[in-house]
């Protein structure tokens, strides 16, 4: 069952444009949102993550957005860059559940 | 370098066969956890242990069973193989007993293909 919806499965952005990627999760118990950066051959990283107190959270170039009544979350990377170019993946869970639920990954190409 | 390490890197193996999945986990890293990726299901939680006894469980199938020996590293063991268990499996680990808040670090992975 996928309980988290990740869109889109593919995104092209030129260097320096802004790559947004969305998710949106179904179950309300839900309150960590990690976003996970994968390079080929690599296993994932963790990149940001956001609790549902805040709306927004900042880390360089990379801003999470959270929309609690929406069920809605999403990842903007600012001033992409050709190094940007990896699969995003979003995830949830219930705090300290462990069980981790995963988009379906979205594949990131920057374009120089 | 994550520090997680997996081996083998690649395997392949027939249908009905059984296969062990190796992990060491970041020095000083009392919890593992193994994840299955894969092109259908996509990225998918099996089984979580802290400092030896299993924490969570997520969608493992009973086919599957792993463990996480004294000296912290963990096996995953994969019986009676199917050919829809052809994946990457990873294998990560973090300080922390929980997930939440703390960075899980992920190894390079296994590629498993049974054929």
């Known amino acids: 069952q996928q309980q988290v919806k990740q869109s889109p499965q593919s995104l092209i952005v030129q260097k320096g444009g802004i790559s947004i990627i969305n998710c949106a999760y179904e179950?309300?118990?839900?309150?960590?949102f990690p976003w996970y950066q994968q390079f080929p051959g690599k296993g994932p990283a963790l990149l940001i993550a956001i609790r549902p107190d805040v709306s927004e959270k900042k880390e360089g170039r990379f801003t999470i957005s959270f929309n609690k009544s929406a069920k809605q979350f999403s990842l903007h990377i600012m001033d992409s860059q050709p190094g940007d170019s990896a699969t995003y993946f979003c995830?949830?869970?219930?705090?300290?559940?462990?069980?981790?639920?995963f988009g379906a990954g979205t594949r990131l190409t920057v374009k120089p | 370098d994550s520090g997680v390490t997996q081996t083998p890197k690649h395997l392949i193996t027939a249908t009905g066969q059984r296969v062990t999945l190796r992990c060491s986990p970041r020095?000083?890293?009392?919890?593992v956890y193994w994840y299955q990726q894969s092109l259908d299901q996509g990225l998918q939680f099996l089984i979580q242990?802290?400092?030896?006894?299993?924490?969570a469980k997520g969608n493992i199938l009973e086919r599957f069973s792993a463990q996480q020996f004294p000296d912290l590293h963990s096996e995953l063991n994969l019986s009676s193989l199917e050919l829809g268990d052809s994946a990457l499996y990873f294998c990560?680990?973090?300080?922390?007993?929980?997930?939440?808040?703390?960075?899980?670090?992920f190894g390079e992975g296994s590629w498993l293909t049974v054929v």
């Open positions: 179950n309300t118990a839900f309150d960590y």
């Open positions: 020095s000083g890293d009392l919890s």
């Open positions: 995830a949830a869970q219930v705090y300290n559940n462990n069980d981790m639920r």
């Open positions: 990560a680990s973090s300080a922390n007993r929980d997930t939440s808040g703390n960075t899980i670090y």
């Open positions: 242990y802290y400092n030896g006894e299993e924490r």
